[in-house]
T-cell receptor, first 114, second 112 residues
């Protein structure tokens, strides 16, 4: 079955460390997105990519970086510059053209700073 | 700034009742509207979407759009305890290139 796979499910980061969250999809979707969710703050867009080798900053890109070298993959790196990285991170994808039915989400990665 | 607003709740209904959730949006040119359900600790899952041309019914769920007043509603008939979750409304404003604007969600509790 097609879907979006995020790994790991849980991740612990030490102060000053960079960590990379994986997101892979086999839905043949062109667009991919990274969101952060904190209690009471809803979904906030970090980065998005609508085509391979191209991506744009979302509303809260500071302290994060991404790459889009393959259509299927959109990894997110949380750098040491991100001062409050503890959150639930969600990757989503969206199909191109035609009648649009919104985003498909992965199961999420819960990142905790220790 | 384009916005989507929802009452945070909690909305509490007895089992078997109709749950009515509402969402208002600021961009009058919005084209498509989405309702996602999110269980605690899980990722959002799409349950309904409608376009600006009409309402939609799918099983126990009905999504309705009021363009004049700029709100979209989700009705859940015969509510079940398994419907207890947070419901997120998302809107695709005109010219936003399929970048959704999200509400903060309404928490629904269905009591047995």
């Amino acid at each position: 079955d097609g879907g979006i796979t995020q790994s790991p499910k849980y991740l612990f980061r030490k102060e000053g460390q960079n960590v990379t969250l994986s997101c892979e999809q086999n839905l043949n979707h062109d667009a991919m997105y990274w969101y952060r969710q904190d209690p009471g703050q809803g979904l906030r867009l970090i980065y998005y990519s609508q085509i391979v080798n191209d991506f744009q900053k979302g509303d809260i890109a500071e302290g994060y970086s991404v790459s889009r070298e393959k259509k299927e993959s959109f990894p997110l790196t949380v750098t040491s510059a991100q001062k409050n990285p503890t959150a639930f991170y969600l990757c989503a994808s969206s199909r191109p053209g035609g009648q649009w039915n919104g985003y498909t989400f992965g199961s999420g990665t819960r990142l905790t700073v220790v | 700034q384009k916005e989507v607003e929802q009452n945070s709740g909690p909305l509490s209904v007895p089992e078997g009742a109709i749950a009515s959730l509402n969402c208002t949006y600021s961009d009058r040119g919005s084209q498509s509207f989405f309702w996602y359900r999110q269980y605690s600790g899980k990722s959002p899952e799409l349950i309904m979407f409608i376009y600006s041309n009409g309402d939609k019914e799918d099983g126990r769920f009905t999504a309705q759009l009021n363009k004049a007043s700029q709100y979209v509603s989700l009705l859940i008939r015969d509510s079940q305890p398994s419907d207890s979750a947070t419901y997120l409304c998302a809107v695709n404003p005109a010219g936003n290139n399929r970048k959704l604007i999200w509400g903060l969600g309404t928490s629904l509790a269905v009591n047995p």
